[in-house]
């Protein structure tokens, strides 16, 4: 789905401001020939879950699938102030321009994962996390 696909959840249900940003972010984009694609946006505290499970069974320990995935009541994307985007040519796009829209990767393992960060259009985004286990909000 696209940064303009309202009828999904998914897009929808996103902090408005953070969506604000992805749609001028995603139209200058445009005119550089390159598409956003939301891979993944809002996510129900339910769908959340099922994720956590799957990257405890995938990485072997909670421990390491806290390395990329929240809980539920921990997420961004649960809050709706997280978006993952692809493709890779949206991604190289958005890590030389996104600080102009307010846009940030919080996450130096993953580069898909954008967050809004306003005070990024006159300072430049802040440095990452190396990965959610290091983000003080994430952690219990």
């Known amino acids: 789905m696209t940064v303009f696909d309202d009828e999904h959840p998914g897009v929808a249900n996103l902090d408005p401001d953070l969506l604000r940003a992805l749609r001028d972010a995603a139209t200058a984009a445009a005119d550089d020939g390159v598409e956003f694609f939301v891979n993944s946006g809002w996510r129900s505290p339910a769908y959340q879950d099922r994720l956590l499970r799957q990257a405890v069974s995938d990485h072997g320990s909670a421990a390491e699938a806290a390395r990329w995935v929240a809980t539920a009541d921990r997420s961004a ?3 709706g102030k997280a978006v993952d985007i692809g493709p890779a040519e949206a991604r190289a796009w958005l890590s030389e321009r996104g600080a102009e829209y307010g846009l940030c990767q919080i ?3 993953e580069p ?3 967050e ?3 005070e990024a259009i006159a300072h430049g985004c802040p440095a990452m996390y190396p990965d959610p286990t290091h983000d003080p909000r994430t952690r219990h």
């Open 77 to 79: 994307h649960v809050a």
């Open 107 to 109: 996450y130096r393992n």
């Open 116 to 118: 809004l960060r306003p």
């Open 112 to 114: 898909w994962h954008y």
